[in-house]
């Protein structure tokens, strides 16, 4: 193999230099069974740029949620998404929600659910679509109506999603072992604080961060969107607004840092317990944007609303004709 490598620069006495320099670093690779990760900026201009300014809407990896797909323009393999609310405020049925709409795009989705069991997670799925109220579809004894065949049709549907669940405490390792063959169009965990370290750390704080920056290598690995679910603290609700900001993403700091986007969810009106803001607090590759929601709690389902997020107020844009 060192031969062949070898033979097959021919020297050019203009380039030389960098003909050697890349000769060293093939038989560095080769000796090192590895191959050279850098490449050059002209591989990658020949490689990507055909992907502009043509119509990418069936590579993008959707939500489901049309001012969201809006903002964030769809999620890409490498990226990292936190999705944090206080406890109670729908960041799993959210997760479930997202999952279910990716399904039915024709995606394959690894749900990992670190605190429910799989038969609590197809309660919410087949509660939305068939529109049978959870209470009732956990405690009814005989179908009333038209329930059985709503029933049968949520199951029907549920049975052609390419959706996978794993319920139970897992360690990134062993997410990345489970999903390293599976081609997974993306990774949904629900959520960050139940993960397991694969090293025990001096503090709970280390461990988080350590399990953060494992989870950016797992989806820069994989090539494939990582969605990550994680609580807050109680800082926001101290606030009239309630809204929270990245800061309260709990016990470490490393979890703003290596998302590329962070979503935050709160309760956005005291007087309407059905109302949620949804606020992109972070775009690596995007703009920012608030969007009120309506959590319809009996079948787990959340809705996109035209209304502004109550008590806020958009910043005024300034044009040309302003005086400064």
Do not use: H
Not at 95 to 118: D, H, K, P, S
Not at 275 to 296: D, P
């Amino acid at each position: 193999m060192a031969r062949q490598i070898v033979n097959s620069v021919q020297f050019q006495p203009a380039a030389v230099d960098k003909q050697i320099g890349q000769l060293v670093n093939d038989l560095d690779a080769l000796k090192g069974r590895g191959r050279i990760k850098a490449r050059s900026l002209r591989q990658i201009v020949d490689d990507v740029s055909g992907r502009y300014f043509v119509d990418r809407e069936k590579s993008r990896l959707k939500t489901g949620f049309p001012k969201l797909d809006e903002c964030l323009g769809g999620l890409e393999g490498g990226d990292v998404i936190v999705i944090g609310a206080r406890p109670a405020v729908g960041k799993s049925a959210f997760a479930t929600q997202l999952v279910m709409n990716m399904g039915r795009a024709g995606r394959r989705v690894i749900l990992y659910n670190l605190e429910m069991r799989e038969a609590q997670i197809y309660e919410r799925m087949a509660s939305r679509l068939s529109g049978i109220r959870m209470e009732r579809l956990r405690l009814g004894k005989n179908f009333l109506n038209d329930e059985k065949q709503r029933f049968e049709n949520a199951n029907d549907e549920l049975r052609k999603l390419d959706i996978w669940i794993s319920s139970g405490a897992r360690t990134v390792s062993e997410i990345r072992n489970e999903c390293r063959n599976m081609g997974a169009d993306c990774i949904v965990i629900d959520y960050l604080q139940l993960i397991l370290p694969d090293r025990q750390s001096s503090s709970r704080a280390s461990e988080v961060g350590y399990i953060s920056k494992a989870i950016k290598g797992l989806a820069m690995e994989l090539a494939c969107p990582v969605v990550v679910l994680s609580q807050l603290n109680r800082v926001s609700e101290g606030r009239e607004s309630k809204e929270p900001s990245m800061s309260e993403l709990r016990e470490s700091g490393d979890v703003e840092q290596d998302a590329s986007i962070v979503i935050l969810l709160w309760n956005a009106d005291e007087n309407d317990g059905s109302r949620r803001g949804l606020k992109v607090a972070k775009n690596r590759q995007g703009r920012q944007a608030r969007i009120l929601l309506e959590f319809i709690g009996e079948s787990m389902d959340f809705k996109e609303l035209d209304e502004p997020v109550p008590g806020f107020k958009p910043a005024r844009i300034k044009t040309p004709f302003d005086e400064d």
